[in-house]
């Protein structure tokens, strides 16, 4: 009997790790990715001695499955790693996550005094009227405080979605701020919890390649799944899923100047749950192409800076929230790995969000390599002699927009794609969910899972508040 072959498209990190796991359960696999090379926003690159990613990344989970699969497939190859971030404002460094001791030294006391005082007004004014929340500034506000909110959460959100805080979705902060209010992160920064009670926001300790960035798990699952008799089709792209009745048919992609086909049993998709609907024939109703059409993403423009010095600071990341710098967050990957670059130099990767082919993303190279390291050099962590070389790479879909109609356009979508009963969607892209890395491992082995049992076992993965932070 011909055993049933599934194909995945996207060879991200959420691709693959579906792939691998059919590959085990002995079902036929094809991957088929647009790019030339796997790994999706987790993958790396290396260029003049540097190894370097997407901005930072760093895997942890407690789940011991995922554990189990990340260290098989590194093996010696896993590194272990403290992690350091801080948040750069006003000339002054804070550690992040947020220590008491810190912020006292660092504010001034009468913004303290301000901060708690205007704590104190919201939960006051909430005693004997319900808030409302019906977008991210609402939200914040409601537990945090004015003062806060406007110094360590509106400018930076602006900053980084492009859009105000009162067009983005309350769903986005319950998501991503693990810390529920003011008293909540003075409870967890003077009260550390347990470990395995930890947020993700003060999760210490992540995983990390000795070599090869963070890729290396992509490339291991891509090797693991041609080892098990899978195919990994790059530079493949895919035109149209051919429908009839409740099935999808046929996948057709195109490559090397010619269309080829695929009949597979059943289909997972990890690319923009947009385009799969657009390229779905029969094609979606004119509402939910209307509604797509209105889903949008946040791009990004990383531009990467070579130091001729070893070390620039010892911080995996630094946030950058004020408005008057153009980069919004610097990693330094010397501090992910010593091997991510040659002796006595070091490699900054600055983070510049902004729309697809609007004015930012069509800037040469040269004149970013200006905007980076002129906020570089503002800011006091290099001079601008100290610069060897720079580059950039540009990513379209990096982050979901999560705007105050973005559920509904959503639903609309998925319900069109389940439709489908050989069709299924998973990951950052195919499921529009703004999640980490571990979530997209998660939700690889989840889809997995229904697609034996016909579940939704693939919703529930980053779906809770325990997941963000």
């Not at 309350?170 to 991503?176: F, P």
């Not at 927009?401 to 609309?412: A, T, V």
Request: include cysteine; proline fraction near 4%; aromatic fraction near 10%.
């Amino acid at each position: 009997m011909q055993k049933r072959h599934v194909v995945v498209l996207g060879a991200g990190i959420a691709g693959l790790t579906t792939a691998y796991r059919l590959i085990q359960e002995g079902l036929g696999v094809t991957v088929v990715e647009k790019s030339p090379m796997v790994g999706g926003l987790a993958r790396s690159y290396e260029r003049d001695g540097y190894t370097y990613d997407f901005g930072p990344h760093r895997f942890h989970s407690n789940n011991p499955e995922l554990q189990e699969l990340v260290s098989g497939l590194l093996g010696d190859n896993l590194g272990v790693r403290d992690r350091k971030s801080r948040i750069f404002m006003e000339k002054r460094f804070f550690l992040y996550p947020l220590k008491l001791d810190n912020l006292v030294k660092n504010l001034p006391a009468g913004f303290l005094l301000r901060a708690f005082f205007d704590y104190l007004c919201v939960k006051a004014k909430h005693v004997f009227k319900k808030p409302t929340e019906r977008n991210f500034e609402e939200w914040v506000h409601n537990r945090y405080g004015h003062t806060l909110y406007r110094k360590f959460f509106g400018v930076y959100t602006e900053k980084t979605w492009g859009i105000p805080c009162t067009e983005i979705s309350a769903d986005w902060a319950s998501q991503r701020i693990t810390l529920l209010s003011l008293w909540d992160a003075v409870k967890k920064t003077v009260f550390r919890p347990k470990a395995g009670d930890q947020p993700r926001t003060y999760v210490s300790k992540f995983w990390y390649p000795k070599r090869g960035g963070i890729g290396m798990i992509c490339k291991r699952l891509a090797e693991e799944v041609e080892r098990g008799g899978g195919r990994v089709i790059l530079d493949a792209d895919v035109r149209e899923l051919k429908g009839a009745g409740d099935r999808i048919e046929r996948v057709v992609y195109a490559k090397d100047g010619a269309d080829h086909s695929l009949e597979p049993d059943a289909i997972i998709s990890t690319i923009p749950i947009t385009i799969l609907c657009r390229m779905t024939n029969p094609a979606p109703s004119r509402e939910v192409l209307d509604g797509i059409a209105k889903m949008r993403h946040r791009s990004m423009v990383f531009v990467y800076v070579a130091l001729d010095r070893e070390s620039v600071t010892d911080d995996h990341w630094i946030y950058l929230p004020e408005d008057h710098l153009t980069i919004h967050r610097i990693s330094e990957f010397r501090n992910f790995s010593e091997h991510s670059a040659p002796p006595g130099k070091t490699l900054l990767c600055t983070e510049i969000t902004c729309d697809f082919e609007d004015e930012v993303w069509n800037l040469p190279d040269e004149e970013l390599r200006r905007i980076a390291v002129d906020d570089l050099v503002k800011i006091g962590l290099i001079r601008a002699e100290e610069v060897d070389t720079s580059w950039s790479h540009r990513t379209r879909y990096a982050y979901p927009i999560y705007d105050l109609d973005y559920k509904g356009r959503l639903q609309g979508a998925r319900d069109f794609v389940e439709r489908f009963t050989n069709l299924y969607t998973a990951g950052r892209q195919g499921l529009f969910k703004y999640n980490n890395m571990d979530h997209s491992i998660e939700m690889g082995i989840a889809v997995s899972h229904d697609l034996r049992t016909h579940g939704h076992e693939v919703d529930d993965v980053a779906s809770g508040e325990e997941y963000f932070g």
